[in-house]
């Protein structure tokens, strides 16, 4: 499935007709000539934003049908790491910083990893290395979190670890303590390890049409 024919399908699954999702016209900034993505500098595409978003547009209205998309790694990679010791105090500190969105509506957990060599990502992670990577065998919630996070995050293999038992951990937190539905979506694993889901009520739902 390609990326036009993936928005397609996430658009509908959001209640979004094909017709609607049509009339956007896409950033030159965001896509090239031959139609991929590109790496906008973020100054610009803030200048276009600015250009073309109404003063309405800067204010958050709630609605009753809102979905919340949350970066799983970015969302990790930010939460404070003082005082914490092990993966199971890493966890729970994410759980807490988005908790909030879970009274507001549906959320969908977006785990993506670069795992084929060579990968798309193989420049940004050179451009990023400023340490060798230390490689971890497992991961668990028992296990410490290492004392020289910049030498953790470079791995493909630490991030994948990392992932999986995120995955665990918020499909069963999801079973237990979400009111609204939870999505635990995958970008770039081809695995039967990891289902794209919706978890809602206690039930689990296959989400097989959001799956790479």
């Known amino acids: 499935m ?11 699954d959001r209640g979004l007709g094909t017709d609607d999702l049509l009339t956007y ?10 139609g991929l993505m590109t790496k ?22 709630h609605k009753d049908d809102s979905a919340f998309l949350i970066d799983v790694m970015a969302a990790i990679r930010r939460v404070p790491l003082s005082g914490l010791t092990s993966f199971s105090d890493l966890l729970s500190k994410f ?29 940004e992670r050179l451009r990023r290395c400023r ?3 230390v490689v971890l065998s497992s991961i668990e919630l028992s296990t410490p979190i290492p004392k020289d996070m910049p030498t953790f995050w470079p791995s493909s293999q ?18 237990e303590m979400h009111k609204e ?17 919706k978890i809602h009520n206690g039930t689990e739902y296959n989400m097989q049409h959001l799956q790479s």
């Open 2 to 12: 390609n990326m036009t024919d993936k928005s397609i399908e996430v658009a509908r």
């Open 25 to 34: 016209v896409p950033s030159p900034l965001l896509f090239g000539d031959d």
């Open 40 to 61: 906008p500098e973020k100054s610009q595409l803030v200048r276009e934003l600015e250009e073309t978003l109404k003063p309405d547009d800067y204010y958050y209205r």
């Open 95 to 123: 759980a807490e910083t988005t908790s909030l969105y879970h009274h507001h509506g549906r959320c969908d957990y977006i785990f993506d990893i670069y795992h084929d060599d060579p990968s798309v990502k193989d420049t």
């Open 131 to 133: 340490a060798t990577p």
């Open 158 to 175: 630490n991030k994948l670890l990392l992932e999986t038992l995120v995955y665990a951990f918020l499909r069963d937190r999801s079973m």
């Open 181 to 197: 539905p939870t999505v635990l979506s995958q970008l770039c694993i081809d695995s039967g390890k990891w289902k794209c889901i």
